[in-house]
């Protein structure tokens, strides 16, 4: 089935956050499974204000924004989308801050990403 | 084909992956076609190198004139870089030695570029992403393909204007495999592991039987380690 990037991943949806983040952190993992790990934590951390702060280690990590999952989307990247995907107000403004640390190359890759996804970034207000 | 960054864009797009070195472009240009558009696009490129000529912005220009502009860019960078003595800035920090994406290990770039060696296949790959819908920017150091967050979208082609033919060929084949899953989304392609590794290998073995086709055993050997080194990469040690 088709879907879009910020839609649920239902794949992942069911693990629980412990395995998530083992899954984020090991180096012998999929580069595109740790880059779905840490969305869907970024996704869980709108709810979570502990769990925000401990994903955005995962983003501002220099390891997690230069390993590629596919094309220009860095692990770092699919972190920033679900903290967008979670939609709450701190999780916005948290990935608004973090995506502003970056170079203006991964900014731009980042702002193409969330114009397909239909959000218009940076965001406005 | 849209263009939204003005000041950094150029097209490019396409090449069967199995495509040998010398097989003729599938374009439906004709020779006389053809012959126009790689003497326009020579023009472009000699003009952008010997004169700074600011490239005029608008959302869909000419392909001439986006690569004029980004010609000119790179000549103004690398009059800068001699200026201050200093290297030229590939990119940011990250980039070049760190992202992981194709420019930064396209060992064929020391035979030329692919605007060098394969003009006519190099337009013939514009007129296929064009027709396709796919964006193209053209970024200093940095080669990729990208499919769409959103399903049934075109992606995007990140071209560096000094990519080799064998990197066009892989992003190219990236393309393809996008184009022929019916531009399923990324999110997709994040999906199985393994459908990508193999998305991964056979663009990189466009390339490889490219550099053999040349007598490049050298440079396929390379191009060897790096298809393994990114196959490893994308399926883990612990891919279910």
Redo the contacts between chains.
């Keep these: 089935m088709m879907s879009n990037l910020l839609d649920p991943d239902l794949g992942f949806q069911d693990l629980n956050t412990d395995e998530l983040r083992v899954m984020a952190s090991r180096d012998s993992e999929s580069v595109l499974r740790r880059g779905r790990a840490v969305m869907e934590l970024g996704r869980r951390a709108s709810s979570d204000a502990a769990l925000l702060q401990e994903v955005a280690g995962m983003i501002r990590a220099v390891e997690n924004r230069r390993l590629m999952t596919v094309g220009t989307t860095s692990i770092s990247q699919l972190g920033a989308a679900g903290l967008v995907a979670g939609g709450s107000e701190r999780a916005l403004a948290l990935a608004t801050k973090l995506v502003g640390e970056w170079e203006s190359d991964e900014r731009s890759d980042f702002a193409w990403l969330m114009r397909d996804s239909g959000v218009t970034w940076p965001l406005k207000g | 084909m849209r263009i939204?960054?003005p000041a950094e864009d150029d097209t490019l797009r396409d090449m069967a992956e199995s495509r040998a070195a010398d097989t003729p472009p599938t374009a439906e240009h004709g020779p006389s076609d053809r012959m126009a558009c790689a003497i326009s696009y020579r023009a472009a490129v000699d003009a952008a190198y010997h004169r700074a000529v600011t490239p005029e912005v608008t959302d869909r220009k000419p392909y001439d004139a986006q690569f004029r502009g980004a010609a000119d860019a790179e000549f103004r960078e690398e009059c800068q870089s001699r200026h201050t003595d200093q290297p030229v800035a590939a990119?940011?920090?990250?980039?070049s030695e760190?992202?992981?994406?194709h420019a930064d290990a396209d060992p064929l770039r020391a035979l030329g570029t692919a605007s060098e060696t394969h003009p006519a296949e190099l337009e013939s790959a514009m007129a296929r992403l064009d027709g396709a819908g796919v964006?193209v920017d053209l970024?200093h150091g940095?080669m990729?393909?990208?499919?769409?967050?959103?399903?049934?979208?075109p992606?995007?082609l990140?071209l560096d204007s000094k990519a080799s033919y064998g990197a066009l060929m892989h992003e190219m084949s990236?393309f393809s495999d996008d184009e022929a899953a019916?531009f399923?989304?990324?999110?997709?392609?994040?999906?199985d592991?393994s459908v990508?590794a193999a998305g991964e290998s056979r663009a990189y073995q466009a390339e490889i039987d490219y550099a053999y086709s040349i007598g490049e055993a050298g440079i396929a050997g390379q191009l060897e380690k790096l298809k393994a080194q990114r196959i490893s990469?994308?399926?883990?040690?612990?891919?279910e």
């Design positions: 939204d960054r990119q940011a920090s990250m980039d760190t992202k992981l994406l964006e970024r940095s990729s393909y990208s499919p769409s967050a959103a399903a049934g979208e992606g995007r990140i990236h019916g399923p989304g990324l999110r997709y392609w994040l999906e592991p990508t990469q994308l399926l883990g040690e612990n891919d």
